[in-house]
């Protein structure tokens, strides 16, 4: 069974600092992809960042890059300048087929 | 472009109660999801749809049914509804050209079983 880890339930930051939200997966496959969705106060769920696991290069999206580790199934999202608006939960996601989700972190960005 | 829309927004049932969450997408997307989102929990594929009259089910499909009769809407089905249905849904849809491609959600309905 493919299962995502999000072992850091809640964290905090402050307003223009780095923060790295932790990802670990299990899985067989060799071909699959990793997102981190984010879903604020509002409920929505939004997408921030993806991989494809045959590239070995990392995702970078503005303020948004990963740390892709396959042969230790590491998937970390970093957040730089974080910003008042970054505060939500994070889910990382996997797929090879289906979507699995963890069970996210919610990230509280302090001014 | 509304995407992903989902009705209702927020519901109550009562035990055993039946209802129809109603999902619709305007982006010709082959590929329909429903999740369902439990308290401090991440989501939960229930069932999901590869185009018009195929489905399939997900990690969790016991006590839900859908149906796919067109591109554009996904019902998803609660016959009898009982208190572990208690639960936030979410629709998605993602277009065809590869499991890349990232899911567009809906807004979610709140669903409540008193």
């Known amino acids: 069974a493919q299962t995502v880890t999000q072992s850091q339930p809640e964290m905090s930051v402050q307003e223009a600092e780095t923060v790295t939200l932790s990802c670990t997966y299990d899985t067989s496959e060799n071909n699959y992809y990793l997102f981190w969705y984010k879903q604020p106060p509002s409920r929505q769920m939004i997408l921030v960042i993806r991989?494809?696991?045959?590239?070995?290069q990392n995702a970078t999206e503005n303020r948004f890059s990963v740390n892709f580790q396959k042969a230790a199934k590491s998937f970390s999202l970093k957040i730089s300048d974080s910003q008042l608006g970054d505060t939500a939960m994070y889910f990382c996601?996997?797929?090879?087929?289906?979507?699995?989700f963890g069970a996210g972190t919610r990230l509280t960005v302090k001014p | 472009n509304a995407g992903v829309t989902q009705t209702p927004k927020f519901r109550i049932l009562k035990i055993g109660q039946s209802m129809t969450l109603q999902c619709t997408q305007d982006?010709?997307?082959?590929?329909m999801y429903w999740y369902r989102q439990d308290p401090g929990m991440g989501l939960k594929l229930i069932y999901y749809?590869?185009?018009?009259?195929?489905?399939d089910k997900g990690e969790v499909p016991n006590g839900y049914n859908v149906s796919r009769s067109t591109t554009e809407d996904f019902p998803l089905r609660l016959e009898l509804a009982a208190p572990s249905q208690t639960s936030v849904y979410f629709c998605?849809?993602?277009?065809?050209?590869?499991?890349?491609?990232?899911?567009?959600f809906g807004d979610g309905t709140r669903l409540s079983i008193l």
């Open positions: 996601a996997f797929t090879a087929g289906d979507m699995r």
């Open positions: 998605a849809s993602r277009p065809s050209g590869g499991l890349n491609q990232p899911q567009h």
């Open positions: 749809s590869v185009g018009a009259g195929i489905t």
């Open positions: 982006m010709n997307h082959n590929y």
């Open positions: 991989q494809e696991a045959y590239k070995q």
